[in-house]
C-alpha cells in the first residue's frame, strides 16, 4: 500500500545542532508539506513543494529549509535548532484535487 | 490571507448523543475545500469530510455531518450517536480551489465523549 512515512518519529536534539527530519511518500504525489503541531496553533505550514527542484516558505519558515530531488522525499533541516522548534512535526502528500495524506508525525524536543 | 477559527478549545457529550463542533473561516475566493480532521491520541490525522463550496448539499459520511453556510463562511461539524473512539483532537481546515495548494488549519476543539 502506498504511504507516507516519517523518520525519526522522536528526536532529542541540543540548542544549536543541525537537525534532519525525514518524509517519504510512495504515493507520487506532486504535492509535499511540512506542518508544525503547537497547543493553541493547530498545525502551521512551514515549507511545501510543488514538485521536484520547487520549493515554496510557508508562514513559519525561518530556522528551516528543505530540498526536492525526487519526488518521494522532502527532508526537513533545522540549520541551528532552538528551543522554540520544540514541536511535532509533520509530514503531507497531495494531488492538486485533493486532500491531504500526512505522516504520524515526528516529536522534536530541543534542549 | 486566508484564516479559519474554531472558538471551542474543549467539548464534551455523553456517549450515543450528538455534538456539533463551530469552525468560521475568512476567504475572499468563491471557491474553496474545507476538511475536517480528525487526530486520536495516536497522533495521526485523519480526514473525517470534506465539502467542495460549489457544492450546495451538505456532506455526510456516516455518522458525521457538516452545516455549511457560504455566506456566513460557516463550516461546522456534527457527530451523531457519539462513540467513545470519536474523543480526539478535531481541526477544521481551509484549501483553495486552484493555485496554492497548501490547506490552513484552525486551532483545534478537543472532544472528549463521557460514557
Known amino acids: 500500500d502506498a504511504e507516507i512515512t516519517q523518520s525519526p518519529r522522536h528526536k532529542i536534539t541540543e540548542t544549536g545542532r543541525q537537525v534532519t527530519l525525514a518524509c517519504h511518500q510512495t504515493w507520487n504525489h506532486n504535492n509535499m508539506f511540512w506542518y508544525r503541531q503547537d497547543l493553541g496553533h493547530g498545525l502551521r505550514l512551514i515549507h511545501y513543494s510543488y514538485g521536484v527542484q520547487d520549493t515554496n516558505k510557508g508562514e513559519v519558515s525561518d530556522g528551516y529549509s528543505v530540498s526536492r530531488s525526487n519526488t518521494e522525499d522532502l527532508p526537513l533541516t533545522l540549520e541551528s535548532a532552538a528551543s522554540s522548534q520544540t514541536s511535532v512535526y509533520f509530514c503531507a502528500s497531495s494531488i492538486n484535487t485533493g486532500e491531504l495524506f500526512f505522516g504520524e508525525g515526528s516529536r522534536l524536543t530541543v534542549l | ?115
Open chain 2, 1 to 115: 490571507a486566508q484564516t479559519v477559527t474554531q472558538s471551542q478549545p474543549e467539548m464534551s457529550v455523553q456517549e450515543a448523543e450528538t455534538v456539533t463542533l463551530s469552525c468560521t473561516y475568512d476567504t475572499s475566493e468563491s471557491d474553496y475545500y474545507l476538511f475536517w480532521y480528525k487526530q486520536p491520541p495516536s497522533r495521526q490525522m485523519i480526514l473525517v469530510i470534506r465539502q467542495e463550496a460549489y457544492k450546495q448539499q451538505n456532506a455526510t459520511e456516516n455518522r458525521f455531518s457538516v452545516n455549511f453556510q457560504k455566506a456566513a463562511k460557516s463550516f461546522s461539524l456534527k457527530i451523531s450517536d457519539s462513540q467513545l473512539g470519536d474523543a480526539a483532537m478535531y481541526f477544521c481546515a481551509y484549501r483553495p480551489w486552484g493555485g496554492a495548494q497548501k490547506l490552513v488549519f484552525g486551532q483545534g476543539t478537543r472532544l472528549t465523549i463521557n460514557p
